[in-house]
């Protein structure tokens, strides 16, 4: 995170003094991130997320997770992908912060389907929960150095 520095009077001893200041939450989530971040990020959603979406198989029990709750999961991620392409876009950080939130659920998504007895357990459980946290990997790390 980038610290900038300020100068402040300091009224008791009469002098000035230079302060560290970090920036308030929405000047940094506004803060322009380098575009090869933003395509790095965005590419690997494209790709990984493609990815995993093919490697899962029919649902073996679809009613083990309610509708309502299904839908409102997708719906959040179907959300935080539309925050993320257009923080991406826009090449904001707060689109990184959207992926990285993206990813998470993601990861949590992957996890919660065998467990929840949608599906069963397999293989293809190994690929998508790779390719879920390889998302999360590529995000942080694009966030970090941002």
Not at 27 to 40: D, K, R, S
Not at 53 to 78: G, M, Y
Not at 102 to 110: D, E, K, P, R, S
């Amino acid at each position: 995170m980038s610290t900038m520095t300020e100068e402040r009077h300091n009224p008791v001893t009469d002098e000035r003094e230079v302060v560290e200041t970090r920036p308030e939450t929405r000047e940094w989530l506004g803060q322009e991130v380098a575009g090869h971040f933003a395509l790095i990020v965005g590419l690997s959603w494209y790709v990984l997320f493609s990815i995993a979406v093919a490697l899962e198989p029919a649902a073996d029990h679809p009613d083990a997770i309610p509708s309502w709750l299904a839908n409102t999961i997708d719906f959040t991620l179907l959300g935080l992908l539309a925050v993320t392409a257009a923080g991406l876009i826009t090449r904001r950080r707060f689109g990184l912060v959207a992926a990285l939130g993206a990813a998470a659920l993601f990861v949590a998504m992957v996890v919660a389907c065998p467990v929840s007895g949608h599906h069963t357990f397999g293989t293809w459980w190994y690929g998508q929960m790779a390719c879920a946290i390889g998302l999360v990997a590529i995000t942080g790390s694009a966030l970090r150095r941002s």
